[in-house]
């Protein structure tokens, strides 16, 4: 018996032998025992053939499970399986030819497909799909093996062993379906030598030989017999748990030293060069003794600005590659065209720092690229060079040779690009926050930069398009901002001269009808900002905006939408309180003031935003320095109404068929008479209620108290003749309310009484 079952004890076997009750024991735990000389009875050794088919057998096994529960999805998977499987035995099909099986089971596979194609309906529609994709395929592969499975059609039967074979050897074929061939066996001796405990080798040694097949543990793992008896006395769950072999992990932990000193000794390879030197060193853009010239400063050009926008480039080593070159060529005192071609593409690379169009710039890189674009307006004053996007490429001249200095690029462009990434800059920012004032000051400086760029243009024979576009972009930083002494200095040009002029010119040539929609609405905009009403309404009826304005894209309607708030107000503030009403009527009825003015977003009850739609609609949000204020809006149309809607309440109050003009005005005074307990009012709403239950009863002190107590009419300039004419205007609509409401208990009435 084992000494395994002997526990501590050496006593002699006959004992233990003696005793029936410990044999079934001795047997049911031998099943545990796996001595080193049982595991080398039998080797295997397998064929590259055995291999490769047997791997196909198991995928056509698989294959027919699936199909016999008619999950085709399955059925799809395991054919893709069964394909890649074949593909690698490729080699040997070459020599042996092809598996008689492989043939059979695409046979069946596609008569498999037949017979489900025809009840297709039965089908779920996973299953349909995946059928429709099975048959496509199946009809595709089987194309190759067409004079095969025609073959095994004509006789199935006849032949069908597992490897269609060449003529001489076909009678030998075994002819079960899936019989797999014998394993060759190669019996090692019987003899069992004596164990000799085997000498530890090194970790990582290169000895081998005896690791794929010597299944015996060596002097590290093994221990001793009693050691084992031990162990399997108590059987214990840790000794069937797989473990890992302590020289894995010795090798491991020792292989990691290595791997590190190999990295470290990589970047010491550079003779104590720093990164930041290997870096400029693989920039190198020329050899050293190669000419620098204005055809190869060209060409290195076109072939880093042709990796612009793929995938996996890198925009700044993009960027820093482009100023590389630009020293390189003014070391070498090249033309100023070169130059400047080299300045646009560096501007360029760095607007494409952003990928997503909602994304803003950093301040810091804009301010990069704002001077980048001045530096290059500068040299294009000192030299005679023709920059247009009329220029093709193929006539671009860098070299003085007696032609004119020509190059294709755009000034225009990249000016209207940074215009844009200005509006984002401002967008992202808190408008609360001291750095959106710090970023808005940036704003002159951009200006004098579309000055620059105007000049430039009209120079240089700029067509009438591009002319009218940085006109356009001139009145969109005028046309909101009010004239003072302080805006300019004296040596300057009015802006009311100068938004004028532009208007002027953008009328007089033939532009887009949106440029001329956009023009006529700015126009609109600053004669009602600056209280030239009649001027404002004039233009605005001559041009009929309002019947085709539903028509224009979204950013031109929140330009009408804003045109007519600012008209509103200038209305109030010369007293025609009907024409304020009527300006201002569309944008408070619906109470979506706040987005119709694109000043920011309403939560939406009933129907959700979706987020692409959302980011879209963020976009389009104007700059809060841009912004009119709301509540001021709010406030002058709910004072129109009550001077317009109290009287004609008084003068209707037994007409059953009342007009309403107002309905949100009409709304504030339904809640006010549903309460119970009305207290004093506190918001400017309910200020304005108050004042319309004073004008009901004639009590024009208590309207005027009311109406200047709120605090919106100081964000007019003109403050003190606002509330001058508000004043009167109370006086006149109370008193007609008083004559309305009363009329029937007087017989006459008094002038000097009132």
Same mark, same amino acid.
């Given at each position: 018996?084992?000494?395994?079952?002997?526990?501590?004890?050496?006593?002699?076997?006959?004992?233990?032998?003696?005793?029936?009750?410990?044999?079934?024991?001795?047997?049911?735990?031998?099943?545990?025992?796996?001595?080193?000389?049982?595991?080398?009875?039998?080797?295997?050794?397998?064929?590259?053939?055995? $291999?490769?088919?047997? +791997?196909?057998?198991?995928? %056509? @096994? /698989?294959?027919?499970?699936? !199909?016999?529960?008619?999950?085709?999805? $399955?059925?799809?998977? +395991?054919?893709?399986?069964? %394909? @890649? /499987?074949?593909?690698?035995? !490729?080699?040997?099909v070459a020599k042996n030819g092809i598996p008689r099986i492989y043939i059979r089971t695409l046979a069946e596979l596609e008569d498999f497909v037949k017979e489900l194609w025809e009840d297709k309906k039965k089908l779920s529609k996973l299953n349909a799909k995946a059928l429709s994709t099975l048959r496509q395929r199946i009809r595709k592969y089987n194309?190759?093996?067409?004079?095969?499975?025609?073959?095994?059609r004509e006789s199935p039967d006849v032949g069908d062993d597992d490897v269609k074979q060449p003529a001489e050897q076909g009678s030998d074929a075994d002819t079960g379906d899936e019989e797999e061939e014998e394993e060759k066996v190669v019996e090692a001796k019987p003899a069992k030598a004596p164990k000799v405990k085997k000498p530890p080798r090194e970790v990582g040694s290169d000895d081998d030989d005896d690791d794929m097949w010597d299944m015996s543990s060596s002097s590290e793992d093994s221990d001793?017999?009693?050691?084992?008896?031990?162990?399997?006395?108590?059987?214990?769950?840790?000794y069937f748990l797989k473990k890992t072999p302590a020289a894995k992990v010795v090798k491991a932990v020792k292989d990691r030293p290595a791997k590190q000193k190999k990295q470290k000794?990589?970047?010491?390879?550079?003779?104590?060069?720093?990164?930041?030197?290997?870096?400029?060193?693989?920039?190198?853009?020329?050899?050293?003794?190669?000419?620098?010239?204005?055809?190869?400063?060209?060409?290195?050009?076109?072939?880093?600005?042709?990796?612009?926008?793929?995938?996996?480039?890198?925009?700044?080593?993009?960027?820093?590659?482009?100023?590389?070159?630009?020293?390189?060529?003014?070391?070498?005192?090249?033309?100023?065209?070169?130059?400047?071609k080299i300045g646009l593409g560096i501007v360029t690379s760095m607007l494409d720092y952003n990928t997503k169009l909602s994304n803003s710039m950093k301040m810091e890189l804009w301010q990069s690229c704002l001077d980048y674009v001045n530096g290059l307006l500068d040299r294009m004053e000192t030299c005679s060079v023709v920059v247009s996007?009329?220029?093709?490429?193929?006539?671009?001249?860098?070299?003085?040779?007696?032609?004119?200095l020509r190059l294709r690029g755009s000034f225009l462009t990249l000016t209207e690009r940074l215009d844009e990434e200005f509006i984002k800059i401002l967008q992202n920012t808190d408008a609360h926050s001291t750095d959106y004032v710090e970023r808005l000051g940036a704003e002159r400086t951009l200006c004098t930069l579309i000055e620059r760029v105007h000049q430039h243009l009209l120079t240089h024979n700029g067509s009438p398009a591009e002319l009218c576009s940085i006109c356009m972009r001139q009145i969109d930083h005028l046309y909101y901002k009010f004239d003072s002494a302080?805006?300019?200095?004296?040596?300057?040009?009015?802006?009311s001269t100068k938004l004028e002029e532009l208007c002027e010119f953008i009328y007089s040539n033939e532009v887009p009808d949106r440029t001329r929609t956009r023009t006529l609405l700015s126009h609109v905009y600053y004669y009602a900002l600056h209280d030239r009403f009649f001027q404002a309404r004039d233009f605005l009826l001559m041009s009929h905006l309002q019947e085709s304005i539903t028509h224009s894209d979204v950013p031109t309607q929140i330009l009408y939408n804003r045109t007519l708030a600012q008209l509103g107000l200038c209305a109030f503030r010369h007293g025609m309180i009907r024409d304020a009403h009527t300006a201002l009527n569309d944008l408070q009825s619906s109470g979506r003031a706040k987005e119709l003015l694109a000043q920011g977003l309403l939560t939406q009850r009933h129907n959700e935003r979706s987020p692409e739609q959302e980011k879209i609609e963020k976009m389009r949000l104007i700059p809060f320095h841009m912004h009119i204020n709301l509540e001021l809006l709010e406030c002058v149309y709910l004072a129109s109404s009550m001077l317009l809607e109290i009287p004609y309440m008084a003068a209707n109050e037994h007409n059953l068929k009342k007009r309403i003009q107002s309905k949100s005005f009409h709304h504030q005074l339904r809640q006010s008479e549903r309460?119970?307990?009305?207290?004093?009012?506190?918001?400017?709403?309910?200020?304005?209620?108050?004042?319309?239950?004073?004008?009901?009863?004639?009590?024009?002190?208590?309207?005027?108290?009311?109406?200047?107590?709120?605090?919106?009419?100081?964000?007019?300039?003109?403050?003190?003749e606002v509330k001058e004419m508000l004043v009167k205007k109370i006086k006149e609509e109370t008193l007609r309310t008083y004559l309305f409401s009363y009329s029937n208990v007087y017989d006459s009435l008094s002038l000097d009484i009132l």
């Open positions: 018996m084992s000494r395994f079952f002997a526990g501590d004890s050496d006593s002699d076997t006959d004992s233990d032998l003696s005793e029936p009750e410990q044999q079934p024991t001795a047997a049911s735990a031998a099943r545990y025992v796996l001595s080193d000389d049982d595991e080398e009875v039998k080797r295997v050794v397998r064929s590259e053939k055995d $291999k490769r088919f047997d +791997d196909i057998k198991e995928c %056509v @096994k /698989v294959l027919r499970n699936s !199909k016999k529960i008619k999950d085709v999805s $399955k059925v799809l998977t +395991d054919f893709e399986t069964l %394909v @890649k /499987v074949y593909f690698k035995a !490729k080699a040997v194309k190759d093996f067409e004079d095969d499975i025609t073959k095994y001793s017999d009693d050691e084992k008896a031990k162990a399997m006395s108590t059987y214990t769950v840790e000794a990589g970047e010491e390879d550079g003779d104590g060069d720093d990164w930041e030197t290997q870096r400029q060193r693989k920039k190198a853009m020329f050899k050293d003794k190669e000419e620098i010239t204005p055809a190869a400063v060209n060409n290195k050009f076109n072939e880093i600005m042709a990796s612009r926008g793929k995938k996996g480039v890198d925009k700044n080593e993009q960027a820093d590659l482009l100023r590389l070159l630009f020293q390189h060529a003014e070391d070498a005192k090249l033309s100023a065209a070169v130059l400047i996007e009329s220029v093709a490429e193929d006539e671009e001249n860098f070299e003085d040779n007696g032609e004119p302080a805006s300019y200095s004296p040596t300057e040009m009015p802006p309460q119970p307990l009305v207290g004093p009012p506190e918001t400017m709403r309910e200020h304005v209620v108050a004042a319309s239950h004073a004008m009901k009863i004639g009590d024009w002190r208590a309207c005027k108290d009311f109406m200047l107590v709120v605090k919106c009419w100081d964000l007019f300039r003109n403050v003190d």
